[in-house]
């Protein structure tokens, strides 16, 4: 069975990471084998120039290359073509049973918005626009926020087990 996939969205500065990682860390404390993928605008470098990799990689021409230590292992690859979140699941976490996915807002991926009124006037969620029936709850620090879907309060003290419990029921 294919992995079940959710996206985590919202504006920058928002809270995605943190998000990500503490929805992470409830679905494996409740038994699910979990992986993410954190999408990227900007084009980076995790490996310095010189280094043994970097020369496999840039001055041997390798498509792909395998660091393995003992306590980590990487891969890094030359993307071919650009690859969505779902084909990115299929070819490298086909073994999760969720992949929580960071970005990708434009994708058909079911998904979570963290919405911080702190850092943004307007959350992405706007109710009957476009896209918006692929959205599941909105996690705000908002008190005023109202949506026809779930909306958490970053307050309130059960949000996290809430939003877990609308994962799993709406992950695809």
Same mark, same amino acid.
């Given at each position: 069975?294919?992995?079940?996939?959710?996206?985590?969205?919202?504006?920058?500065?928002?809270?995605?990471?943190?998000?990500?990682? &503490?929805?992470?860390?409830?679905? =494996?404390?409740?038994?699910?084998?979990?992986?993410?993928?954190?999408?990227?605008?900007?084009?980076?470098?995790?490996?310095?120039? $010189?280094?043994?990799? %970097?020369?496999?990689?840039?001055?041997?021409?390798?498509? +792909?290359?395998?660091?393995?230590?003992?306590?980590?292992? &990487?891969?890094?690859?030359?993307?071919?073509?650009?690859?969505?979140? +779902?084909?990115?699941?299929?070819?490298?976490?086909?073994?999760?049973?969720?992949?929580? &996915?960071? $970005?990708?807002?434009?994708?058909?991926?079911?998904?979570?918005?963290?919405? +911080?009124?702190?850092?943004?006037?307007?959350?992405?969620?706007?109710?009957?626009?476009? $896209?918006?029936?692929?959205?599941?709850?909105? &996690?705000?620090?908002?008190?005023?926020?109202?949506?026809?879907?779930? =909306?958490? +309060?970053?307050?309130?003290?059960? %949000?996290?087990?809430?939003?877990?419990?609308?994962?799993?029921?709406?992950?695809?």
């Amino acid at each position: 069975m294919p992995p079940r996939l959710i996206s985590i969205v919202g504006k920058k500065n928002s809270g995605k990471t943190s998000l990500v990682v &503490v929805l992470t860390r409830e679905l =494996v404390r409740r038994s699910h084998r979990v992986m993410t993928i954190k999408h990227g605008s900007h084009p980076f470098e995790i490996d310095q120039q $010189g280094r043994d990799t %970097w020369r496999h990689m840039h001055e041997g021409n390798a498509e +792909r290359v395998v660091m393995e230590s003992p306590n980590l292992r &990487v891969l890094l690859a030359k993307p071919q073509d650009p690859m969505g979140p +779902r084909e990115l699941a299929d070819k490298f976490l086909g073994e999760a049973d969720f992949v929580v &996915v960071e $970005g990708y807002k434009e994708s058909d991926l079911p998904k979570i918005e963290v919405f +911080r009124k702190a850092v943004h006037a307007e959350p992405l969620y706007q109710q009957g626009a476009p $896209g918006s029936e692929r959205f599941l709850a909105v &996690v705000t620090d908002d008190r005023e926020f109202r949506a026809a879907i779930p =909306v958490l +309060r970053f307050t309130d003290t059960a %949000w996290m087990y809430r939003l877990t419990d609308i994962v799993l029921q709406g992950a695809k």
